[in-house]
């Protein structure tokens, strides 16, 4: 260690800095000091301004990052009641902040040309998982019309709760007519595939970005699954449901008014094949059930794989052709603002003149998933009132596909609550914190 002091002689009785620390100090601290500044160190005591620096030591730390990406053990999709409002997906603060922001930008800038889909024109990337996802949803109703006919579900014939497994749930939780008369207890019978697959159906629009559509014309425009209408306005052609496709973007005048570009000098249009051949539902009458177990299995996990290809795909869709839903009701409108029919019956729906509240869909709001109670096992004792708490939930279709041998998906286990270990009895039961 080197410490420097230059022609500074320190008195007896400073102690000297220890190895650890480097301590550096000004020489000719006392040269030039007036006779007021020589009293101030009369006294014997040197006062030295010093800098300290401590080496600091190299220390290698192996730190552990554990990615808990799915929760163990997660709530339920919260019901909200008949008088509450569906929260918005982004805050109307956020958004009113980020429109405050896209103001700034454009301001004292010249307006930039729109994009595709806003300037009428398809996405081309998006053309391939538009007939994806139609197919996908056609081959996940046809396997459920086969799965159906081997795995036993029932449905409520007094509300919309339905139950997958080999006799139905005891809890009481119907809140259909005469509930009170049964003690909440449900009524069960056979299911269909319209139980498992909670039909929502929207207006089919031949031009997306025409004029909205007015509450007289609410019964002369066809209402489709909103699905296959998302499909459509991406790209799937149909013949039963005619579209606009514009070869040119659109010139827009104002904020909601726009011409069409002039597509007088391009060549005539050939009906192109589609680019995929679009599946058709079997009939009731055809439906065949597999014979064996093994196809009962691979039926199972294709239909799972049909699920969740359905879901990504329309996930992905919704990011560029805007999806509306109402605050109040589950109608949905697939395009960039919501039609004007006033039959929206919610809670207080005489103070909006039956109007409905649209803002950003998501994707549960476009393929809304129906959450039955997960049966542990199959061929164990059934499920127990007083156990309510300890059982987990599934989509429907999740539950299906499992109970007919398919793999359980990472995704969907923290709802299920598989880690959650049931009680044996009733005492057991109440032992537990």
Same mark, same amino acid.
């Given at each position: 260690?080197?410490m420097?002091i230059g022609?500074?002689?320190l008195p ?10 480097v ?7 006392l040269l030039h ?14 006062r030295?301004?010093?800098?300290t ?5 190299k220390?290698f730390?192996c730190?552990?990052?554990?990615r808990d ?8 999709p ?11 997906p982004?805050? /109307?603060v ?10 700034k ?9 729109l994009s595709?889909?806003?300037n009428?024109l398809?996405?081309k990337?998006?053309i391939p ?8 949803r ?8 086969k799965l159906l006919?081997v795995?036993?579900?029932h449905a409520?014939?007094? $509300?919309?709760e /339905?139950?997958v497994?080999?006799v139905g749930?005891p809890f009481?939780s $119907?809140k259909?007519?005469q ?5 909440g207890?449900h009524?069960?019978m056979?299911?269909h595939?319209?139980d498992m ?7 089919h629009?031949?031009?997306?970005l025409?004029k909205r559509?007015?509450h007289?014309e609410r019964?002369?425009?066809?209402r /489709?699954?909103a699905v296959?209408?998302l $499909? ?8 039963e ?15 909601k008014e726009y011409?069409?570009?002039d597509?007088?000098?391009l060549?005539n249009?050939?009906p192109a094949?589609?680019l995929r051949p679009?599946?058709a ?12 177990n093994?196809?009962?299995v ?5 239909t ?10 329309a996930?992905?869709l919704?990011r560029?052709?805007p999806v509306?839903? $109402?605050g109040?009701?589950p109608?949905i409108h697939?395009?960039p ?9 919610a809670?207080?729906?005489q103070?909006r003149n039956?109007?409905?509240?649209w803002?950003?869909?998501?994707l549960?709001?476009l ?10 096992d199959?061929?164990?004792?059934p ?7 300890f ?5 429907a279709?999740v539950?299906?596909?499992?109970q007919a ?11 299920m609550r598989?880690d959650?270990?049931?009680?044996s009895t009733?005492k057991e039961?109440?032992?537990v914190?």
């Amino acid at each position: 260690m080197n410490m420097t002091i230059g022609t500074l002689s320190l008195p007896t009785g400073i102690a000297f800095p220890t190895p650890a620390d480097v301590f550096m100090l000004k020489p000719n601290l006392l040269l030039h000091l007036s006779s007021l500044d020589y009293y101030q160190y009369g006294s014997g005591k040197i006062r030295l301004p010093v800098e300290t620096r401590i080496q600091a030591k190299k220390s290698f730390r192996c730190k552990l990052k554990v990615r808990d990406e799915v929760p163990q053990n997660a709530d339920f999709p919260r019901q909200y009641a008949r008088k509450e409002k569906k929260p918005f997906p982004t805050p /109307i603060v956020e958004l009113r902040r980020a429109a405050r922001e896209r103001l700034k930008m454009m301001k004292g800038q010249p307006r930039k040309p729109l994009s595709a889909p806003k300037n009428g024109l398809l996405v081309k990337s998006l053309i391939p998982t538009a007939y994806n996802v139609y197919n996908a949803r056609i081959t996940l109703i046809n396997n459920l019309k086969k799965l159906l006919k081997v795995v036993p579900v029932h449905a409520c014939g007094w $509300c919309s709760e /339905i139950h997958v497994g080999p006799v139905g749930h005891p809890f009481k939780s $119907c809140k259909g007519a005469q509930a009170n008369l049964r003690k909440g207890l449900h009524e069960w019978m056979k299911a269909h595939v319209e139980d498992m697959i909670i039909p929502i159906e929207a207006y089919h629009l031949e031009d997306r970005l025409g004029k909205r559509i007015p509450h007289e014309e609410r019964f002369s425009i066809p209402r /489709i699954p909103a699905v296959v209408e998302l $499909c459509i306005q991406a790209g799937v052609e149909i013949p039963e449901f005619p579209t606009k496709r514009r070869r040119k973007p659109i010139i827009r005048i104002g904020r909601k008014e726009y011409i069409d570009a002039d597509e007088s000098e391009l060549p005539n249009e050939t009906p192109a094949e589609p680019l995929r051949p679009l599946l058709a539902e079997i009939a009731d009458s055809e439906v065949v059930a597999p014979s064996s177990n093994k196809e009962i299995v691979a039926l199972a996990e294709e239909t799972l794989q049909a699920w969740e290809r359905m879901r990504k795909g329309a996930k992905r869709l919704m990011r560029m052709y805007p999806v509306r839903v $109402c605050g109040y009701c589950p109608e949905i409108h697939v395009g960039p603002q919501g039609h004007k029919a006033q039959n929206c019956g919610a809670h207080k729906h005489q103070q909006r003149n039956g109007q409905h509240g649209w803002q950003s869909a998501i994707l549960d709001d476009l393929i809304p998933p129906r959450f039955v109670w997960h049966v542990p096992d199959v061929n164990g004792p059934p499920l127990e009132r007083e156990l309510k708490d300890f059982y987990g939930q599934a989509p429907a279709v999740v539950e299906l596909c499992i109970q007919a041998g398919a793999d359980l998906p990472e995704q969907y286990k923290s709802t299920m609550r598989l880690d959650v270990g049931i009680p044996s009895t009733m005492k057991e039961a109440e032992m537990v914190v």
